[in-house]
């Protein structure tokens, strides 16, 4: 199990000056989590926030940051810290929201 929330691969690239030796991330999970995406690229919570309504959202927000912040000791670790405050991002965006549209 890995504690980190992205993949990185070595680099070893010749340069004028020499070799540039590296990393490079790979993917990411917590922004950008390829087994969440579709044939055509497009992510679940995309599909998620074209078919609930606003209150839905929030509460499948509230309810994932939850889920990851009581796992993460467990589970993913830093990883699920982070993904949880991604929710929690999301989560206050929407209520940001409100406060522009009255």
Same mark, same amino acid.
């Given at each position: 199990?890995?504690?980190? !929330?992205?993949?990185?691969? /070595?680099?070893?690239i &010749?340069?004028?000056?020499?070799?540039?030796?590296?990393?490079?991330?790979?993917?990411?999970n917590?922004?950008? &989590?390829?087994? @969440? %995406?579709?044939?055509?690229?497009?992510?679940?919570? !995309?599909?998620? /926030?074209n078919?609930?309504? &606003?209150? %839905?959202?929030?509460g499948?927000?509230?309810?994932?940051?939850?889920? @990851?912040?009581? /796992?993460? %000791?467990?589970?993913?670790?830093?990883?699920?810290?982070?993904?949880? /405050?991604?929710?929690? !991002?999301?989560?206050?965006?929407?209520?940001?929201?409100?406060c522009?549209?009255?």
């Amino acid at each position: 199990m890995t504690h980190c !929330d992205f993949t990185t691969k /070595r680099l070893n690239i &010749p340069t004028e000056e020499g070799h540039f030796t590296g990393f490079r991330v790979v993917h990411d999970n917590v922004n950008n &989590p390829s087994h @969440y %995406q579709g044939n055509y690229g497009m992510e679940s919570i !995309d599909v998620l /926030r074209n078919f609930m309504t &606003p209150e %839905q959202l929030k509460g499948f927000y509230l309810g994932n940051a939850l889920k @990851y912040q009581l /796992r993460y %000791q467990k589970k993913n670790g830093l990883e699920d810290l982070k993904k949880a /405050r991604k929710n929690l !991002d999301w989560l206050i965006e929407e209520e940001e929201k409100k406060c522009t549209e009255q």
